[in-house]
């Protein structure tokens, strides 16, 4: 992985590296859960804003210098997966403005999300962390801070359960 002088542009670094989330985890020395998204996206050069009563769920702008990423969700949880998925239209994704009022609107979205959910649970973490607890969907959900339905779809998908 590239390095960069500056910090600021690492998001820039990411994208033309075609990076995958278990890289960028390792870049930042991120094994244990929960995987800090916001921080990330800060790290990154993103700047967050959150919006009032925007009319959708969360949005990205990639079409200036600097990227801003707008969240409208409510609790930590689903603020976790919005970053998560708007990093993944930011690294996946030509510039442009991508608003989300469904997070699964298009092939784009299934890209994203796709993104989100290996950079918020990635398969060793949560291998880990299912034999810990085993398989306790509730305290998974709680540990890796993601919504509760996201978590049970991982799993089944890593476990086959
Ligand atoms: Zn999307």
Redesign the pocket.
């Known amino acids: 992985m590239t390095k960069t002088n500056n910090d600021a542009e690492q998001w820039k670094v990411f994208r033309e590296d075609k990076a995958t989330p278990d890289q960028i985890l390792k870049y930042y020395g991120i094994f244990m859960p929960p995987v800090p998204v916001a921080d990330l996206a800060r790290e990154l050069g993103v700047s967050v804003q959150e919006p009032i009563n925007a009319g959708w769920l969360a949005a990205l702008n990639s079409s200036g210098p600097r990227p801003y990423l707008y969240l409208c969700v409510d609790s930590p949880e689903r603020k976790n997966y919005a970053i998560a998925?708007?990093l993944g239209?930011l690294l996946l994704h030509p510039f442009g403005v991508?608003r989300?009022l469904t997070?699964h609107?298009d092939e784009?979205?299934e890209e994203?999300h796709k993104f989100a959910i290996q950079l918020l649970l990635p398969e060793r973490m949560l291998r880990t962390a299912a034999q810990v607890y085993r398989n306790d969907t509730v305290k998974l959900s709680e540990l890796f801070r993601v919504p509760d339905h996201l978590l049970r779809i991982r799993l089944a998908g890593i476990l086959g359960l």
């Open positions: 998925h708007e239209h991508y989300d997070f609107e784009k979205d994203a």
